[in-house]
Each structure stands twice: as C-alpha cells, then as structure tokens.
C-alpha cells in the first residue's frame, strides 16, 4: 500500500510565503513524474507544478515565478515553495505521483493522491 501525505498549508496574509511538503511511503519501487495540483472552490483541480525524476519543471502560467517546486528522489518527497501569495491562489493543494508498486506478475506503475491541504490567503 502506498501513501502520499501532504503538510505545510494553513492561513497566510496577501504577499507572504508558505511551503508544502509531500511525502510517498509504502511499498514503492520507483517514482516517474510527481506534482502539485490545486482545487478552488466550485472550480475543477488544476495542475499547479510538476516535476520529472531527472528534476525537469513546469509551471502553471498563474504561479510561474512565484512558486518553485522541488524534489528529493532519496526521501521520495516533493517541496513546493510559494511566494508573493495573493487570494486567488486559495485553494486545497494535492500531492500526485505516478508510483511503480507491486502488481499482480510483477509491478505496474499507479497513479496516487495525497487527501489534500489547505491554504488560505486573506488579510
């Protein structure tokens, strides 16, 4: 069983900075692409940053020089640091990860959600 377990969000004022942190464990063989999405309220979730195994980026056009995510293949474990926050990027944060785990006959790659953070941004 694997698991993606997301820490770090909470309540920020406009303009402030915040960082969420992503853990994998369970019975894991390799991760490919890992990321960050978001879901506002009455809006679909959105990609917000991704990351490859070889650290390859790319950002949503909204965060694109305000966030920065990064990734430690040792610890399985992604960072997004957020910065110069504003409302709008209120929202619940979720952790994704396409995970190789055993499978019936060997291993197949999973697609996995962390259970999601919040971060709210208001003065």
């Known amino acids: 069983q694997v698991q993606l377990v997301e820490s770090g969000g909470g309540l920020v004022q406009p303009g402030g900075s915040l960082r969420l942190s992503c853990a994998a464990s369970?019975?894991?063989?390799?991760?490919?692409?890992m990321a960050w999405y978001r879901q506002a309220p009455g809006k679909q979730r959105e990609l917000v940053a991704g990351?490859?195994?070889?650290?390859?980026?790319n950002y949503s056009d909204s965060v694109k020089g305000r966030f920065t995510i990064s990734r430690d293949n040792d610890l399985n474990a992604i960072d997004l640091q957020m910065g110069s926050l504003k409302p709008e990027d209120t929202a619940v944060y979720y952790c994704?990860?396409?995970?190789?785990?055993?499978?019936?006959?060997?291993?197949?790659?999973?697609?996995?959600w962390g259970q999601g953070t919040q971060v709210t941004v208001s003065s």
């Open positions: 994704n990860a396409d995970i190789r785990s055993p499978a019936k006959g060997g291993s197949r790659y999973y697609n996995y």
């Open positions: 369970g019975r894991i063989f390799s991760i490919s692409d």
């Open positions: 990351i490859t195994k070889e650290g390859i980026t």
